[in-house]
């Protein structure tokens, strides 16, 4: 998104400083965004939100969310969304390596997809068109 950002994160303790990590995160990206666009000022429009994940269906159906982004923004298509570098869908579907996704951690919703990587990448596929074809 060229406004915003969205996130999905686990915690494996507690989420103490989630507040410290969003106000930096919002940060770091509106200085990047106001320095390639020679602009000043904020560039979130509001506060973030956080909802807590209650289960495997819930977590794939959030991440599912956040990767259609691009295609709702009109910054890609299902068909491209592969070479959009700003999401993870590249990552899970192909198994795409890059600066931006050696920083991820699969989800336990992703590893039980299936036992290997490709059989894995294949069913996220699936199920994220499926998720695509609702909206």
């Not at 686990?10 to 410290?20: D, F, G, I, K």
């Not at 890609?76 to 869908?89: E, G, I």
């Amino acid at each position: 998104m060229n406004n915003h950002f969205h996130s999905l994160i686990t915690y494996q303790e507690n989420s103490s400083h989630l507040s410290t990590f969003t106000r930096r995160a919002h940060g770091g990206f509106g200085y990047q965004y106001n320095k390639a666009h020679k602009r000043s000022g904020e560039v979130a429009e509001s506060r973030f939100k956080s909802s807590l994940i209650e289960n495997f269906e819930h977590a794939m159906r959030v991440h599912f969310y956040i990767e259609a982004n691009p295609i709702r923004a009109g910054l890609a298509t299902l068909q491209n969304l592969h070479k959009y570098q700003y999401c993870s869908y590249r990552f899970y579907a192909f198994g795409i390596k890059d600066e931006y996704s050696k920083f991820l951690t699969p989800p336990d919703w992703y590893l039980a997809l299936g036992s290997t990587n490709s059989k894995r990448q294949a069913k996220y596929i699936k199920l994220f068109r499926e998720y695509i074809n609702e909206e």
